[in-house]
Nanobody
Framework: QVQLVESGGGLVQAGGSLRLSCVAS????????MGWYRQAPGKQRELVAT???????HYADSVRGRFAISRDNAKNTVYLQMNSLKPEDTAVYSC?????????????WGQGTQVTVSS
């Protein structure tokens, strides 16, 4: 089992910045691909960014160049630095940890943190 706890959300004006953090506990953090997803009211959840343990990143087109995902395996923490925020970035942001083996898909979610960007 993996427990994920997000923090860092809040209200910010357009053009501002926020940094989200997600602390993981309960398993070997370095095994997992860590990711951030978001869900706006009335919309489906969408991928924001992912980062496997060995490095490399993947971003949604809508956030590439503005957001940056990073992880500190020693602290069991993944971050999402969000710059140049836009009102359309308003959503609940959730942390995800995923590790797939031959026999099982380990897939865990945090409770989410609200990000609201005012125009």
């Amino acid at each position: 089992q993996v427990q994920l706890v997000e923090s860092g959300g809040g209200l910010v004006q357009a053009g501002g910045s926020l940094r989200l953090s997600c602390v993981a506990s309960g398993s070997i953090f370095s095994r997992y691909v860590m990711g951030w997803y978001r869900q706006a009211p009335g919309k489906q959840r969408e991928l924001v960014a992912t980062m496997p343990s060995g490095g490399g990143t993947h971003y949604a087109d809508s956030v590439r160049g503005r957001f940056a995902i990073s992880r500190d395996n020693a602290k069991n923490t993944v971050y999402l630095q969000m710059n140049s925020l836009k009102p359309e970035d308003t959503a609940v942001y959730s942390c995800n940890a995923r590790y797939i083996t031959t026999f099982r898909d380990y897939n865990y979610w945090g409770q989410g943190t609200q990000v609201t960007v005012s125009s």
